[in-house]
């Protein structure tokens, strides 16, 4: 009975060591699963590459013409894919709930609405991944822990508010004919994204130095509470990098009737084009 007990024993002993090594190599079936849906949409998604010229703003209203003029992007080059890169985030797990750290990761892409983004974290030591996706008019939201372990896989008919508000990010994703804008004053245009019948509106807001400082939806859909609330988009701490004067800070704010829920605290937000 002794000898039976202690090989018990050493076998979860040994499932327990297999685990935690496991746990702690870096491969992971998510990344491969997202880096695997990010490389076909890139096939999908080429698109013939030009140089942005003042010409080719015409069609937007004047205080986006004036942001991307007074910012540099004229003279750079046409984008199908804009990266988005979020390492060390500050991130919230909900009203009254810790913050954990994480890495954050999004392509959008410009020939069609489509949103792509990988979270990278832990909890209480466990890795901890999700891949969202937007696409033809609808999202999905999938969550992973212990690599294998689904958490949650919902879905959504509608046009996630995160893309949208990314489109200042660069005149291609602005260009869209899938946007259509109104200017409401000097300094403010409300856009309106539109794909298979679904729609996503929202407003940009820029200061007097033509820098977009944030953006607003004043109904998206809260997963957590599954009602509408109004949310918000801020960016700041602009810098100058290849020429473009683009902003290196980004927090994504609930701006519920009890108080504002800042999610999603990022100070070194980087940005590329592909």
């Not at 039976?4 to 499932?15: E, N």
């Not at 935690?20 to 880096?35: G, H, T, W």
Request: with cysteine; proline share 3%; net charge neutral.
């Amino acid at each position: 009975m002794k000898k039976g007990r202690k090989i018990v024993i050493r076998v979860i002993f040994s499932l327990l060591v297999f685990i935690i090594v496991y746990l702690m190599i870096p491969y992971s079936p998510v990344k491969k699963e997202y880096r695997s849906i990010v490389g076909e949409l890139s096939e999908e998604n080429k698109i013939p590459k030009s140089i942005i010229a003042e010409d080719d703003l015409k069609t937007l209203p004047e205080v986006i013409q004036k942001y991307f003029i007074k910012n540099g992007y004229v003279g750079i080059e046409s984008a199908s894919i804009v990266k988005f890169d979020f390492k060390d985030v500050e991130f919230s797990m909900g009203a009254n709930k810790p913050n954990v750290k994480i890495d954050y990761t999004v392509y959008d892409f410009v020939k069609d609405p489509t949103r792509v983004a990988l979270i990278d974290s832990k909890m209480f030591g466990i890795p901890f991944q999700g891949i969202d996706i937007c696409k033809d008019g609808k999202a999905t939201m999938k969550g992973i822990i212990a690599k294998h372990i689904t958490l949650f896989n919902t879905k959504f008919d509608i046009i996630d508010s995160s893309y949208l508000s990314e489109c200042m990010m660069h005149p291609s994703l602005a260009l869209q004919e899938n946007i259509t804008y109104k200017q409401i004053d000097d300094y403010s245009v409300e856009a309106t994204i539109r794909k298979n019948g679904t729609k996503t509106t929202g407003t940009f807001y820029f200061n007097e130095n033509y820098e977009m400082t944030h953006f607003v939806d004043e109904k998206r859909l809260s997963s957590d509470t599954n009602t509408y609330e109004k949310w918000s988009a801020i960016t700041s701490d602009y810098k100058v990098i290849n020429g473009v004067n683009r902003p290196t800070k980004f927090q994504a704010v609930w701006n519920f009737s009890e108080g504002d829920l800042v999610y999603f605290d990022s100070k070194n937000m980087k940005i590329n084009y592909e």
